[in-house]
């Protein structure tokens, strides 16, 4: 563990060491100002939830202002629970609602009840499995054309920031598959007001309500408000040269002809507000997935040596084919345990609408249920040496739903979960043909952009040809 971690771990330690008896008999955590709280849980999530762990165990009393105390699980009875609850028992809609001020009030991220419902079946269409191999010749060309730029040597080419890679990429297979935005003006203006909007976000301090204040167009928060519109302005445009032109394969033209059970279609205001959804919920997760994958198997060559191994075997030097990505067992579970190992988002809410009781305690309406997937994920107790990285924990095997959750679970569960593993195979049997990774770094630190947890520095890496 590197010097910055280990003073982390130690602040959190001394942050949640005394407990707090809470009045409303919500299970003990820690005493420290809700202020703290936030910041130690915005700033350095990994080492406040664990301090959290070892102090209180598998049930903790969360506290941040402004919002319900959330009453936070790590244990995979109660995750069963909360993921088995129906949407009049909790609402996830509610928990989320600090995004809404970035994805609008239609994102069905912020919904619940039946306008959730009817949004998500309208979603869900174009994520099937079976919708894939419409978007993996995109998800190919995509990441051949930014590879080709890569710098590489024998030994380790030049060092440079993979996640700024990685983004690059899965913003554009979103640009391409959901706006359905071919190479040229539109795309790089589209681009450029989305990649300026969303560094903005990159900070957690954005998703406190006080720091959304509109200062002006100079402020932080005032330019993004004033980004946003400028993209909602080409979202328009392209919504109706769709409607002029004709419909394409892509998910817009999908949203586009879909209808609500009333026979009516989206509205504008719905469908800018699911696309910069798809787009914020879609692209930083996976490059995130990528980018810890890399770096992973940097760091086991034992393991990168198998992944290319099959990709040989199955492949061949030819261009990939995405249909035979489906058939990369090994490589599957390499990106299934770098999301146990290194959980993108860290955990999921759901705000109680009436007195519950889960994990054997009963909760009032109107707090928060947390389920911990950075803490389920590395639980002893379910996965042994869960610090080792190891594959072959996914081989032929399929863990339950309550101790391996990397996209939620339940009514909520992750819309975009089957596209996302098939982008991450497509996109590292792309890269691993050519490339091997060479790690830049010797300690990489987890740290919170946005809703997301990310390698600090976004990870120096260098690549060798293969
Ligand atoms: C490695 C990549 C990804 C990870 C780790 C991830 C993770 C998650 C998680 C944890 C949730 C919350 C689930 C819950 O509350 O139970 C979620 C929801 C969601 N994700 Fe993903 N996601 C990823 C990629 C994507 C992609 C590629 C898309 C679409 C392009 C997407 C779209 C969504 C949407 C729309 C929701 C909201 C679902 C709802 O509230 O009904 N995600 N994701």
Known sequence: MDLVTTVADRAARRLVRWEQQTPDALPPGPLAPPKAQMFSFLLTPGPFLRACRERFGKVVTIRIPGIPPIVQFSEPDAV???????????????????????????S???LDGPRHRSQRRLLLPPFRGDRMRAYGEAMRDITEAAVAKWPRAPGGGERFVLQRETQAITLDVILRTVFGMEDGAD????????????RILDNPVFLVRTFQKDLGPLSPWGRFLRLREAGFREMDALVARRRREGFGDDILSMLLQATHEDGTPMSDAEIHDELLTLL???HETTATGLTWALHDLSTHPQVLRRVQEELDARLGGGPIDPDKVRELPYLDAVCKETLRIHPVIPGIGRVLQKPTRIGGIDLPAGVAVGCSIYLVHSDPDTWPDPERYDPTRFLDKKPSPYTYFPFGGGMRRCIGEAFALYEMRIVLATILQKLEPVAAVKHVREQRRNITLTPAGGLPIRMQPR
């Open 80 to 106: 069963r629970e909360v993921f088995a609850a129906s949407d009049e028992t909790v609402h996830a809609g509610e928990a989320n609602a600090v995004l809404e001020p970035f994805l609008g009030s239609y």
């Open 108 to 110: 069905v991220l912020i």
């Open 187 to 198: 795309q790089d203006r589209m681009r450029a007001l989305l990649v300026r909007g969303l």
């Open 280 to 282: 914020v919920a879609g």
